[in-house]
C-alpha cells in the first residue's frame, strides 16, 4: 500500500512563502500523476497543482505564477513551492497519488496566511 506524507504548513504573513513536501512510501512504481488540493472551511476541494512522472506541470489560475510543483523520483518526493502567498491561500493543503485510476491522499497540512 501507499502512504503519503507531508509536511511545511504552518502560519505566513501574506506575501510570505512556504514549501509543502509529500513522501511517499510503500509500492511507489509506475504512477501516472502527483500533486496538490486545498480546502478552506466551507468550500470545495479544488485542484491545485499536478505533476505527471515525466514532468508535465499544470496549475490552477489562481496560482499560476506563484507556485511551482516539483517531483524527485528518486525520493519518491513532490514539493509546492509557495510564494507570494495571500490570504485567499489559506486552506489545508493535501498530497495526492494517482496510479491505474486510484488516488490516494495523504492526511493534510495547514497553511494560514495572515497578519
Known amino acids: 500500500q501507499v502512504q503519503l506524507v507531508e509536511s511545511g504548513g504552518g502560519l505566513v504573513q501574506p506575501g510570505g512563502s512556504l514549501r509543502l513536501s509529500c513522501v511517499a512510501s510503500?509500492?511507489?512504481f509506475g504512477w501516472n500523476a502527483r500533486g496538490w488540493y486545498r480546502q478552506a472551511p466551507g468550500k470545495e476541494r479544488?485542484?491545485?497543482?499536478?505533476?505527471?512522472?515525466?514532468?508535465?506541470?499544470n496549475y490552477a489560475d489562481s496560482v499560476k505564477g506563484r507556485f511551482t510543483i516539483s517531483r524527485d523520483n528518486a525520493k519518491n518526493m513532490v514539493y509546492l513551492q509557495m510564494n507570494s502567498l495571500k490570504p485567499e491561500d489559506t486552506a489545508v493543503y493535501y498530497c495526492?497519488?494517482?496510479?491505474?485510476?486510484?488516488?490516494?491522499w495523504g492526511q493534510g497540512t495547514q497553511v494560514t496566511v495572515s497578519s
Open positions: 495526492y497519488y494517482r496510479r491505474l485510476g486510484t488516488t490516494i
Open positions: 510503500g509500492s511507489i
Open positions: 479544488e485542484a491545485v497543482a499536478t505533476v505527471t512522472y515525466s514532468g508535465s506541470t
